[in-house]
């Protein structure tokens, strides 16, 4: 390790760390909010679960870097807007998440959703207060996968010069030196480990219930 | 008052077409339990979900107070009748307290007003106001089905539906449960729906019971008593059970059988051998009643086994007797009191709980003759205005209640 290296671009990596927070952040959010009534369409419609669902699978089999070259020419941005990586991020999240919701909500016990049927819940209301905080467990679990892979796909955006972790595989890589490299490596599993904590700690401030000691 | 007239629910179409309630015309009286009974398939809980829309029916028309069901918004018709569904279904991300407070709250009361609601019905079904602030998942299963019934009370609402309510608990607590239930009832008069697959509980908790034959036929509806005593069909015959002639006697009360001087010992005391009279069977336990200082019975005990030994009567030398004959226990209980009582007696008591003497197995089948053919009188002279009066479809059947009132009390 070259630790002097590190000393002299340190603004320059804390940048590239800040680029890196946001444009993974940002994508997982927007993803979470289009997944969410997606994978609720998915859930309360057999014939467009299949639908949506393969869908998802094929939007996820599309790679990264064709999709960053690809999608300035649809968006009408420049090619290193960070828009379009945004863009792209948020689609793999939705892919990702929309079967996760979907099931997610599958897993609500048939009884609890009748049982808010029959007091008088509309279907929307009922969705909202009663089936989706009784999937958050699940729905979080899918999120922390999307969030660390979010982390890892953003540096593939690197290769087009959207500025973030993933240049400094690049400079590692050019010059034959891994002290960029191990630092990067570093640094985005930092990221992650935060994003996962973070994910964690919103399930479990979120859901209660779910510790609650037996005092039978 | 609940009709469901001439109403049908198919499922599926052609080949696969298979109806889950046909042609079913009843009327659910006010203010009494209806339970719907019958094997599974039988269209129990579809019929009971169409009161409420949960389920629309294919034809007909169910009508609450005679309004149709399909002229109220589905929603707000659900909010308007209680319902108490099978494990209890409470929300688990929700406390007991917010769990009552569901319907209140959906009619746009504020939480805080509903809480107050909830946490007085907490306390009506029994539950201690401490609990309210628990998780479903804390609370045992017939702790949860309180909160449940409770949860359908909120409201205050006239028609309560309850979809085996009791069904996912022990014995003992389901035993509890439904006396509980039934004085709850008595107090609050409410138009009940219940649905079981078990004819005991029907009979125990039921005003009037149908009986639902597979396929969605209505086979029998009438009082408890009438359908133990009078089946209208093989099919209610066989679901009631080959015993129904014994549970019949449930319904009547035992009255007043003659009831015997029996010597008692106190608890406590010491037997001595003069308690067994000289022309007492040789070889034989000879049973004495064995009381407490406020003459409640404790138990038999063998005279001259305990003669014997010259020592104060303990509990532990007691065999324990089963029923005892109250004023208001039916024929079957005091059967059962003399059945189960080592001496063959049945100990008879005063409202108080004391002991007023015993009876036997051959005075209560005098009484069960007595009221059988009393019941037979009663039965001839119904059937002189109107052959067809034996009420299949939904004529009012207060002639068995009747019946059970006018024998001998």
Known sequence: ?216 | MINFDDVSKIFGEGDHRTAAVEDLTIEIPTGKITVFVGPSGCGKTTSLRMINRMIEPTSGTVLIDGVDTRSIDAPKLRRGIGYVIQNAGLFPHRTVLDNIATVPVLDGQSRKAARAVAAELLERVGLPESMGSRYPAQLSGGQQQRVGVARALAADPPVMLMDEPFSAVDPVVRAQLQDEFTRLQAELGKTIVFVTHDIDEAVKIGDRIAVFAVGGRLAQYATPAEVLSHPADDFVADFVGHDRGYRALSFTVAGNLPVRDEPTLLLGSTADPSLVPPDAQPGEPYWVLVVDDARQPRGWVDARWIAGGRRPVGLGDLVLGGSLVGPQSSLRTALDAALSSPSGRGVAIDADGRVIGTVEARDVLDAIETARVAQGLLDAADQRPAADQRPVSGAPAGDAEQAAAAVPS
Do not use: E, K
């Not at chain 1, 859930?43 to 998802?56: C, E, H, N, P």
């Not at chain 1, 909202?128 to 982390?151: H, K, M, Y």
């Open chain 1, 1 to 216: 390790m070259n630790w002097n290296w590190l000393n002299r671009n340190t603004d320059q990596i804390l940048s590239w760390l800040l680029a890196h927070l946001w444009l993974a952040a940002l994508p997982t959010l927007l993803g979470l909010l289009l997944a969410l009534p997606l994978g609720a369409l998915a859930f309360r419609y057999r014939w467009s679960y299949a639908t949506l669902i393969t869908l998802a699978g094929l939007l996820y089999t599309i790679p990264s870097l064709a999709l960053f070259v690809v999608l300035p020419g649809i968006l009408g941005t420049r090619i290193l807007n960070p828009l379009n990586v945004v863009v792209a991020l948020t689609l793999y999240t939705v892919a990702l998440l929309v079967r996760v919701v979907a099931d997610a909500l599958d897993s609500v016990p048939p009884l609890v959703r009748q049982s808010a049927t029959a007091m008088g819940y509309r279907p929307i209301r009922s969705l909202i207060t009663v089936q989706l905080p009784l999937a958050i467990p699940v729905i979080g679990a899918g999120l922390r996968v999307a969030a660390v892979s979010n982390v890892s796909l953003v540096s593939v955006a690197a290769l087009l010069g959207v500025p973030q972790l993933g240049q400094l595989f690049l400079v590692g890589f050019q010059l034959n030196f891994y002290t960029p490299i191990v630092a990067g490596i570093v640094l985005c599993l930092l990221v992650a480990a935060v994003f996962d904590t973070i994910i964690l700690v919103a399930v479990r401030i979120a859901t209660p219930w779910t510790r609650a000691v037996s005092h039978r």
